[in-house]
Structures are given as C-alpha cells and as structure tokens.
C-alpha cells in the first residue's frame, strides 16, 4: 500500500511540474522585447496573457509587442 502512495504521489508530483514548465518566466528584470521576438519566430500564441497574469506590473506589454511583431515577420 505504502509503495502504491509513492507511485501516485511521484506521478502527481511530475504531472504538476510539466504544466509549468513552459510558462515559467523570470518577471522582474526581464528583457520583454526579446522574449517576445522569441515568441514571435516561435509562432507561440497565447502568452501574452500568461505573462501579464503572471508578471502584473513588472510585464512590459508594449515592449513585448513590438518583439512579437518583429519576430512574427521573420
């Protein structure tokens, strides 16, 4: 039984941690416009919200547009 908890408590654990892993993002500090240029060549759509749900006030939403225009145009 006790090795049955383990299992599910590892699985738990992992399942928890892959949700997160492609939103974590240092806020503070960050270089916005290169993050979102990144994003752009990427294609990826949707962060933009993540990152101000996330960051509140330390994201910079207009430097992170225009990164994501550029790169969306290369």
């Given amino acids: 039984m006790r090795n049955a908890s383990f299992k599910i408590c590892v699985v738990a654990l992992l399942l928890a941690l892959s949700g997160c892993a492609g939103s974590v993002v240092e806020c503070h500090g960050?270089?916005?416009?290169?993050l979102g240029l990144?994003?752009?060549?990427?294609?990826?759509?949707?962060?933009?919200?993540?990152?101000?749900?996330?960051?509140?006030?330390?994201?910079?939403?207009?430097?992170?547009?225009?990164?994501?225009?550029?790169?969306?145009?290369?």
């Fill in 30 to 34: 960050q270089n916005w416009y290169r």
């Fill in 38 to 74: 990144n994003d752009g060549q990427a294609g990826a759509q949707g962060e933009r919200e993540s990152y101000t749900k996330s960051c509140g006030a330390d994201f910079d939403a207009k430097q992170y547009d225009e990164g994501y225009k550029a790169g969306a145009r290369r």
